[in-house]
């Protein structure tokens, strides 16, 4: 009966030194980078085509103002590359997107079970930057971008393998967002909206002090 009642002690106390609490800083952020190409074979001659790049540097820190309950912003840079039908010869040439970011958000964490959690957020993210299409001589298209999305991340889940680092893995949102261009005095604006699940799925980390 003893070493059941001492066993006991010894898990509630793991269980709560894994657990967030309040007043702990947490370090994570997203870094992505993904790229695609064509290769062709005719006869004996081999030609690749460069696809789409892409590549996303946004680090985040956050603090827990409860138990349960977080606040974080992250800030960061994103880029896009896509090939145009410009490309002359062997020169190709590409449109391009680049983002400054900046996400505030609030999260939650909800106990599942040992080391595990629920952990949805609520974040709101804008974009300031500039398109550039290229077009060969030197001659390129360019004007300002901007983006605003505002969402819901449902399907988050963090496993904490041990004290001060989770495992997050995130593979759906409900989101609503619009990215404005504005060429001289004209300006357009593309919105999306849409619960996006098992989609862009992602599995981050995060470092806990």
Do not use: C
């Not at 680090?59 to 090939?83: C, H, T, V, W």
């Not at 001060?164 to 990215?179: D, P, T």
């Amino acid at each position: 009966m003893k070493k059941f009642l001492l066993l006991a002690v010894m898990v509630a106390f793991s269980t709560s030194l894994f657990a967030q609490q309040k007043g702990d800083f947490v370090i994570s952020g997203t870094l992505g980078f993904q790229t695609t190409s064509n290769k062709t074979k005719v006869s004996s001659t081999t030609t690749t085509t460069k696809g789409d790049r892409s590549f996303q540097f946004i680090p985040e820190f956050r603090y827990f103002f409860d138990d349960n309950f977080s606040a974080g912003i992250g800030i960061g840079y994103a880029l896009q590359k896509s090939p145009n039908r410009n490309s002359e010869g062997d020169s190709q040439l590409f449109n391009k997107t680049g983002l400054f970011m900046l996400e505030p958000n609030v999260g939650y964490h909800l106990e599942l079970g040992s080391k595990f959690y629920y952990a949805p957020r609520f974040y709101i993210g804008l974009g300031f930057g500039k398109y550039k299409s290229e077009a060969g001589g030197g001659t390129n298209t360019e004007y300002n971008v901007s983006a605003f999305n505002i969402g819901l991340s449902l399907l988050s889940f963090e496993y904490k393998p041990w004290e001060k680092v989770g495992i997050l893995f995130s593979a759906g949102s409900l989101e609503y967002g619009v990215v404005s261009t504005k060429i001289d005095d004209n300006k357009s604006k593309d919105r999306t909206f849409g619960l996006n699940l098992n989609m862009g799925a992602t599995i981050g980390f995060n470092y806990y002090f």
